[in-house]
């Protein structure tokens, strides 16, 4: 038992650092006095502290209401994944190369979440999920949720680029600055590199968005270490 809490301890450390490390390319939280802003407590999962998520209060209660089910069913889906990992590492665990390694079959499901932007209005949540299978490092994936929180609308990027031509006007920024910006200059050749679409994460700021690039199975923009680049796209761009 004391060497699967220090285990666990462990990941929780890389995970982390592994957040922190993102958030150096992550803009901070925008704050803004006079606007309105969520209150939020800390939760996990059925008890399960690597599973964390958030919920709000300090706004209208049918506001809450609804972000706060937005929020909670990303932890229920978490914790599918996380019994789904959990099922497959007692299936690897019974392997010849476990008994003898039996650190490499240690695997590991966490999710945690950075509040990245409560003001003007808007709430914007990073969220990550991290997979942990065996090999040199896990995966991370990346999903933003953004709200009004004066209704509660969970509003999807396509809320935000209405037309095909605002689309391509925002992959048009955001090619100019990782091909000219390292690490990104490394790996952004062309347009096609720098994909924008309808599944692109985003997260507000006063004046318009923050787009999230991430490939966790190839790292097509960035190398693991690297993080998922945030760009700032202003308002300008796409309005």
Do not use: W
């Not at 606007?35 to 690597?50: D, N, P, R, V, W």
């Not at 966490?110 to 932007?117: A, I």
Request: glycine residues 4%; hydrophobic residues 30%; contains cysteine.
């Amino acid at each position: 038992m004391k060497k699967r809490s220090s285990f666990l301890r462990m990941i929780s450390a890389v995970l982390l650092i592994m957040v922190f490390s993102f958030s150096f390319f992550v803009p901070s939280t925008d704050s803004d006095a006079s606007s309105q802003k969520a209150e939020f407590t800390k939760h996990s999962y059925k008890g399960i502290y690597l599973l964390r998520y958030p919920q709000v209060y300090g706004i209208n209660k049918n506001t809450a209401s609804k972000i706060n089910s937005t929020l909670k069913k990303a932890a229920e889906n978490s914790y599918k994944s996380y019994l789904n990992v959990k099922k497959a590492e007692k299936v690897i665990q019974k392997e010849d190369f476990c008994k003898k390694t039996p650190k490499k079959c240690k695997y590991s499901f966490n999710s945690l979440y950075q509040v990245k932007h409560n003001s003007n209005g808007k709430l914007s949540i990073y969220y990550l999920e991290y997979t942990y299978t065996g090999g040199a490092h896990g995966k991370g994936k990346v999903t933003m949720y953004n709200f009004d929180l004066s209704t509660g609308k969970h509003y999807k990027i396509n809320d935000i680029l209405k037309t095909s031509c605002n689309y391509k006007k925002v992959q048009k920024y955001a090619y100019k600055y990782l091909s000219t910006h390292k690490p990104y200059s490394d790996s952004v050749f062309q347009l096609s590199d720098v994909p924008v679409n309808k599944n692109s994460q985003f997260s507000f700021y006063k004046d318009g968005i923050y787009l999230l690039f991430q490939d966790y199975d190839e790292y097509e923009i960035a190398s693991y270490d690297d993080g998922n680049p945030f760009i700032k796209i202003p308002k300008s761009v796409y309005q």
